[in-house]
């Protein structure tokens, strides 16, 4: 089993519409957890950080439930440029990351 | 923008030479990392570094040796390259602390004929 889990979508979205991608993880004691946004043939950077109590950053909002070991994105009003794959990534108790396959976002004008 | 640097950023080389993938940041993180990223596929950790004189193997790391003589710079060799080595690697590092995230590198692009 994976140690993170996500749905590779695509995701073809108008622009303005809201997307949810979520994401599971297998180790219950994980310890951080973070979207990372990925453009195509570049490298990962990071989006947000996901903390217990949820937390916003203007158009995008995070959530942890760690009693179902679940990690939600949600992008309001899609720009143009949201188009990437959303990368859910989850560290373990060491210093080990753990990287979903991404979920892919197109948003269409 | 992250200060970490990879070198070089496109590499095509015949089967069984030798490479060294560099890798270099200024921002005094103590933890580096090397992935490994085919196309359309998640990262696969390939070794990781706590500090000067520290590296640990991660899944991909049997093919593949690195250093870590200086806090900034954390090398990584292929002793004798495949066309199975055909990939991208990633560089990361992140200072110390639960909450701390990863920045990345450029990557370098390698393509074994």
């Known amino acids: 089993r994976k140690e993170v889990e996500q749905d590779p979508g695509p995701f073809n979205v108008p622009e303005g519409a809201t997307v949810a991608f979520n994401c599971t993880y297998s180790n219950s004691a994980s310890q951080s957890f973070f979207w990372y946004r990925q453009d195509c043939r570049k490298e990962p950077k990071l989006l947000m950080s996901?903390?217990?109590s949820g937390n916003e950053d203007g158009r995008f909002t995070a959530q942890l439930n760690r009693a179902s070991q679940y990690i939600s994105l949600l992008i309001r009003d899609s720009k143009l440029s949201d188009s990437a794959t959303y990368l859910c990534?989850?560290?373990?108790?060491?210093?080990?990351?753990?990287f979903g396959t991404g979920t892919s976002l197109t948003v269409i004008p | 923008e992250a200060d970490i640097y990879q070198t070089p950023r496109y590499l095509v080389i015949g089967t069984g030479k030798k490479i060294t993938l560099e890798c270099s940041q200024t921002m005094g993180h103590d933890k580096m990392y090397w992935y490994q990223q085919d196309p359309g596929m998640e990262l696969h950790l390939i070794h990781y570094?706590?500090?000067?004189?520290?590296?640990e193997k991660g899944d991909l790391s049997s093919e593949s040796t690195v250093s870590r003589i200086r806090t900034e710079h954390f090398p990584l060799t292929l002793e004798s390259a495949r066309p199975s080595h055909t990939s991208q690697y990633l560089c990361a590092s992140r200072i110390a602390g639960v909450g701390e995230t990863q920045y990345f590198g450029p990557g370098t692009r390698l393509l074994v004929l």
């Open positions: 990534v989850v560290r373990d108790t060491g210093n080990q990351f753990y």
């Open positions: 570094s706590y500090g000067v004189n520290s590296t």
């Open positions: 996901v903390y217990s």
